[in-house]
């Protein structure tokens, strides 16, 4: 999820809240909320 905190576009955990980074543009942003979430279901696709 990505929600704009103090001018800043902060990537956070749906579940828990933790912070990924924090970006100036919103395509910075995205492109780091798609890293994420790649990482995030990688292992689950060897199985």
Do not use: C, N, P, W
């Not at 933790?18 to 780091?32: I, N, P, Q, V």
């Amino acid at each position: 999820m990505i929600r704009k905190i103090k001018g800043k576009y902060v990537v956070l955990s749906e579940k828990t809240g933790r912070r990924f980074g924090s970006y100036d543009t919103l395509e910075e942003a995205k492109r780091r909320l798609r890293q994420v979430e790649f990482f995030k279901h990688r292992d689950k696709k060897k199985r």
